[in-house]
């Protein structure tokens, strides 16, 4: 278990991710929107769950198959597209308040989703050096 991880930039964003993520659901689940709009939010809360346990859990390391950083940028991108055109709709169409409440988190989510590819990128290098294991001679 990587116990810093929460504490560091980018598990803080996740968990805040999963937080924001999950009251935008309980808008649109109160305000009985359409169901769009509730299942990004809940696909969004578990998809930035199991990112998060992957990372807290080492996981990334043991499964190598996969390079991981660059799976959570594209899920990052591709949630804040469908988040920016969704909220937009919820925003605009506006059906009651909890409608325009989970539209306006989902706004906020957009921005962590953002915030989460660009600390994610600035981790990656895909042409740079890799950092090896034993030290330089």
Request: aromatic content about 12%.
């Amino acid at each position: 278990v990587d116990s810093g991880f929460p504490r560091s930039p980018r598990g803080a964003v996740k968990i805040a991710r999963a937080l924001v993520a999950f009251v935008t659901f309980l808008c649109f689940a109160a305000s009985r929107a359409h169901g769009a709009y509730t299942a990004l939010a809940v696909m969004e809360v578990v998809i930035t769950a199991l990112f998060f346990l992957l990372y807290l859990l080492k996981l990334d390391k043991k499964m190598s198959w996969l390079f991981w950083p660059l799976a959570d940028i594209f899920n990052s991108v591709i949630a804040a597209l469908f988040l920016l055109i969704v909220c937009l709709f919820a925003v605009i169409i506006k059906t009651n308040n909890g409608t325009l409440a989970g539209g306006v988190f989902g706004l906020v989510l957009l921005v962590l989703c953002v915030v989460d590819a660009v600390l994610l990128f600035q981790k990656i290098s895909l042409d740079g050096p890799r950092r090896r294991n034993t030290p330089a001679k």
